[in-house]
């Protein structure tokens, strides 16, 4: 028996121009559906799911995404990640993202809810080489607590590293613990109860599409905070706080936007959830 309890390996390869899938495999409560095609010239996108429903104590996940050279892939989630109670172990979720050169990525999941007394630790290793493009965001959310308490899980705890030929080039690492910390405090959440992250790696970042999305986040209607960060290789990362998960939802699609049309000349797909 696998100690895993769900396990995904996708390789995209780029055929004639075109980004097909080389090899799909997957056990356990992970799944993806079917690529969609929302136009003819564009390239896949796979839906994650998880057939559990939720993450349960213990319960633990490894994804395995390699892009070939000028592969290119949106990846996205179903719907949200509800992490459960985990009276006696946390959960883990392990993924590793493989670009080779020129290749491009959208990691674009719906929000992970944490409910009371969840525990969850994930791990993400992203291996990129010259030229390959990244656009990856998290958000996470406290979920429902009989109490009404805005932070009943007990820990969240987020470890990206970026390599960029395998030089470590970024390391981001989020742990919230409302057991031992006050959430409200300065440095932590500051009297909000979603963050949410949006990182970007390519070479076509420049001053004037940081002060675009600067702009851009600036018109956004609602009570949130957010601030922009240069990364030691050219690329940003935005953070952003907020009371709603729909509004920082709307703030990284927003960003969204503004990249594809700067680099791209379009628009991003729109990722319909049923």
Not at 2 to 9: A, K
Not at 32 to 40: A, G, I, Q, S, T
Not at 166 to 187: C, R, T, W, Y
């Amino acid at each position: 028996m696998s100690e895993w309890t769900g396990v995904l390996d996708l390789v995209m390869e780029n055929r004639q121009g075109r980004s097909v899938a080389k090899s799909v495999y997957f056990q356990g409560a992970f799944k993806v559906m079917r690529p969609v095609y929302f136009n003819k010239n564009s390239y896949p996108c796979y839906y994650l799911l998880n057939p559990g429903g939720g993450y349960l104590d213990g319960d633990r996940y490894r994804m395995k995404v390699t892009l070939g050279e000028q592969a290119k892939l949106t990846l996205t989630t179903q719907s949200a990640t509800k992490v459960y109670r985990t009276p006696t172990e946390q959960v883990y979720q392990e993924t590793v993202f493989h670009m080779g050169k020129d290749s491009y990525l959208e990691y674009l999941p719906d929000a992970l809810i944490a409910y009371k007394d969840a525990r969850c630790y994930q791990k993400n290793s992203i291996y990129m080489e010259k030229g390959a493009t990244l656009l990856y965001s998290e958000i996470l959310t406290p979920g429902w607590s009989p109490e009404g308490e805005k932070f009943s899980y007990d820990m969240l705890r987020l470890k990206t590293k970026i390599y960029m030929e395998n030089q470590l080039v970024a390391f981001d690492h989020i742990k919230l613990h409302p057991a031992s910390q006050n959430m409200n405090e300065l440095g932590f959440m500051e009297g909000y109860t979603h963050l949410g992250s949006f990182i970007v790696v390519g070479e076509k970042t420049s001053d004037e599409l940081l002060d675009r999305l600067y702009e851009r986040i600036q018109q956004e209607d609602g009570d949130f905070a957010f601030g922009i960060s240069r990364l030691a290789v050219p690329g940003f990362t935005i953070r952003i706080m907020a009371n709603f998960t729909q509004l920082i939802e709307r703030i990284i699609s927003a960003c969204h936007h503004v990249i594809s049309d700067e680099w791209h000349q379009t628009k991003p797909s729109f990722l319909r959830k049923y």
